[in-house]
């Protein structure tokens, strides 16, 4: 379920940057403060446990497919919120560097996504209210299973949300909701049969690292409100900058707003607009490149035409560069 | 199986290529990863019918990929596999974008085959541009740079833990899977009455590594901090690269091939 770099408008990336930036932020202060220190390397080894162990396939009974576990949920479940938290947000990090799986601007999005609903949604509100304290091998499987559910169920709606408001397809919004959700209820009841499988041969084995992880962070401490007003907050205030800079392109809100009023603007100019306005006629003589125009009048291609045919050249150019310093570097080795 | 030892390849490959000392891998990697930044939100900032763009927009890999001295190859393996995700939802552009927006050869084209060729460019750009980024840099000196650019420290040295332990824990998943399958011949996962002890096992094990892996390095003088082995200085080289991207960047972003062509045509 990563997102991916291409999917996501600027303004979009970046509001979910600064989100999860927030919550990282969060977090490792929260650890700093109340961090026995021993965590550090378990947070590391487990964060490659989760990376490795989504390599193996388990099987569906019943089905042909197979499944992984996923792996917020359970580093939530062995460390705690926010050790968990951070641990998935270094996992997602390196799978975006070394396996392409989502990307560097997606990335925010993705540990929103995959870390956020799991260890500060699904751990604290559903996971530890069905536990309550009181472990027993039902409980485990329940909490497990219904966490790791509601958690990728809200991280599916979180794709679908982003995905629309950055307008880079067509998809209409309630298409695409109802492709993703189902979907991912079916993997999640996988996902989180797995994650109970693990869960509950861990606490018959060795009980304490997870009654631990519940215990060294009393729920007192962790205030949620708090989390999610400053994310909140984050999210508005970067991405209403970053959109209000992107306002001159016909994509991303706009896009959203021509989607569910039918006018590419709202009406009523503001200053703001008339700024750019200004701006746009200014540079007019820069042609840019949209096709748009051309779907008005059509015949008139030049633009669109010249618009690929630039982006050609400059690719072949920079190709040609790429083989002269192959080919320098070689008589000079 | 092959799923593992394909991704450490994966990793390992990328790990030693980023030791090579070409003229991208001296570049500092604090500029390295903030012109990667710039590239990447530059590239999703052109408008989805902007095919011309993104595609001019390549010149940045192209030229990177011949300067890193770094086997296409290796990149398009794993671009590739990132695709699915982007062409799975992209798909659907041409479906319900059906009008007609220009010609080619005679044939008319819609604006949703046109938006949904500019995301598989964008996805393609962007993915590559992030792994030639730790191709040419490597994990060890991003992660300093992450600190330079205050990136709170215990995530810091978390990815850095992290990434040292994958290959580790990847081998014994990898030695697991195979004893399993050695003993269960024929299937294609592993069955449902074993998911708990055989993840769980595993899982035991990594804890107690956990707590020893801590212990020495409590034991060598571990004080929360990383030492990094090599102090870059970030020379005029360096600044230059910031400088002749960036400007290459606003040059294909605002257009200027395209409108000379304009007043040629």
Redesign the interface.
């Known amino acids: 379920m990563?997102m991916?770099?291409?999917?996501?408008?600027?303004a979009v990336?970046?509001a979910m940057w600064a989100a999860a930036s927030g919550g990282?932020?969060y977090s490792?202060?929260k650890?700093?403060t109340d961090?026995d220190?021993?965590k550090?390397?378990?947070?590391?080894?487990?964060?490659?446990?989760v990376?490795?162990?989504q390599?193996?396939?388990?099987?569906?009974?019943a089905t042909?497919s197979?499944g992984h576990?996923g792996g917020g949920m359970l580093l939530a479940i062995?460390l705690g919120g926010h050790a968990g938290f951070?641990?998935m947000?270094?996992?997602l990090?390196?799978q975006?560097?070394?396996?392409?799986?989502g990307?560097?601007?997606a990335l925010g999005a993705n540990i929103f996504n995959l870390g956020f609903f799991t260890c500060y949604v699904a751990y604290p509100l559903i996971y530890k209210k069905i536990i309550s304290n009181k472990y027993t091998r039902g409980r485990l499987i329940a909490a497990s299973v219904i966490s790791v559910v509601v958690a990728l169920q809200l991280g599916a709606f979180s794709v679908v949300l982003q995905?629309f408001f950055s307008?880079?397809?067509?998809?209409?919004f309630t298409?695409?909701l109802l492709l993703m959700q189902p979907i991912h209820l079916a993997i999640g009841l996988v996902e989180g049969?797995?994650t109970a499988?693990?869960v509950?041969?861990?606490w018959n084995?060795?009980p304490e690292?997870i009654t631990h992880a519940n215990e060294r962070k009393p729920l007192k401490n962790i205030d949620i409100r708090k989390v999610i007003v400053g994310v909140l907050i984050a999210t508005v205030v970067v991405g209403g900058f970053l959109s209000w800079f992107?306002s001159e392109?016909?994509?991303g809100l706009e896009?959203a707003i021509f989607n569910t009023t039918g006018t590419e603007e709202l009406e009523g100019s503001n200053p703001v607009n008339e700024f750019f306005a200004r701006i746009q006629e200014k540079t007019a003589?820069?042609?840019?490149?949209?096709?748009?125009e051309?779907?008005e009048g059509?015949g008139n291609?030049?633009?669109?035409?010249?618009?690929?045919?630039?982006?050609?050249?400059?690719?072949v150019?920079?190709?040609g560069?790429?083989?002269l310093?192959?080919v320098f570097?070689r008589i000079k080795s | 199986m092959s799923n593992i030892t394909g991704a450490l390849y994966k990793i390992r490959y990328l790990d030693e290529f980023s030791r090579k000392k070409t003229l991208m891998h001296r570049l500092s990697p604090t500029i390295k990863l903030i012109v990667t930044l710039i590239y990447i939100l530059l590239v999703v900032s052109f408008g989805k019918y902007q095919l011309g763009g993104v595609i001019a927009m390549s010149a940045y890999p192209l030229i990177m990929l011949s300067l890193a001295e770094m086997p296409a190859k290796e990149l398009i393996k794993r671009v590739v596999v990132a695709m699915p995700f982007v062409m799975g939802v992209g798909i659907f552009n041409p479906v319900f974008d059906r009008d007609i927006m220009t010609y080619f050869l005679g044939i008319g084209i819609s604006g949703g085959w046109i938006s949904f060729l500019t995301l598989i460019v964008k996805g393609v750009l962007t993915v590559s541009s992030a792994i030639i980024l730790v191709g040419t840099t490597g994990i060890e000196n991003i992660a300093h740079s992450m600190r330079i650019l205050k990136m709170p420290k215990i995530f810091v040295v978390l990815i850095l833990l992290t990434y040292r332990y994958i290959s580790v824990l990847m081998e014994e998943a990898a030695s697991i899977w195979t004893a399993y399958k050695l003993r269960a011949p024929g299937q294609k996962g592993i069955r449902h009455d074993v998911w708990g002890p055989l993840l769980g096992q595993l899982l035991l094990r990594t804890y107690d590594r956990g707590i020893r892996v801590y212990d020495a390095m409590i034991l060598r003088g571990f004080d929360g901090d990383f030492r990094m082995g090599t102090a870059f200085v970030t020379g005029i080289g360096s600044y230059l690269f910031l400088l002749i991207a960036l400007a290459g960047f606003l040059i294909i972003r605002l257009s200027v091939i395209t409108m000379i062509l304009d007043l040629l045509i």
């Open positions: 990563h991916a770099d291409a999917l996501l408008s600027p990336g970046g990282a932020a490792a202060n650890l700093k961090l220190d021993r550090i390397p378990l947070m590391g080894v487990m964060g490659a446990f990376f490795a162990s390599m193996i396939n388990f099987t569906i009974p042909g197979s576990i062995l951070l641990t947000a270094s996992v990090l390196i975006a560097l070394f396996f392409a799986d990307g560097l601007l995905t307008g880079k397809t067509e998809l209409p298409s695409f049969l797995i499988a693990v509950s041969f861990v084995a060795r690292i992107a392109n016909p994509d896009w003589f820069l042609p840019d490149y949209g096709f748009k051309t779907s059509a291609s030049g633009t669109s035409f010249s618009g690929v045919t630039g982006g050609i050249i400059t690719m150019l920079a190709l560069v790429g083989k310093i192959s570097k």
